[in-house]
């Protein structure tokens, strides 16, 4: 599973209409460390990440891998 940006945590967040303690509480993570992240002053341990991550999917966000273009994201049509 490949990790996440700072700019796609946002994105996904964006989408979703998710406040950072939405996304805290469905990636049972804290508070700080998404807005710690965000703010690019840490980057999460990778257990966090990925909970951060399997939650925005769960929502129905896909991640694009960098393909030279830059890494991105969308909202699945399930």
Request: aromatic share 6%.
């Amino acid at each position: 599973m490949n990790q996440i940006s700072v700019e796609q945590c946002r994105g996904a967040r964006a989408m979703l209409g998710w406040s950072q303690a939405e996304l805290a509480d469905a990636a049972g993570v804290s508070r700080a460390t998404v807005v710690d992240f965000e703010r690019g002053l840490r980057v999460p341990h990778r257990n966090n990440l990925i909970a951060i991550r399997e939650a925005f999917e769960a929502a129905g966000i896909e991640f694009i891998p960098e393909n030279g273009g830059g890494a991105g994201l969308r909202l699945s049509r399930r």
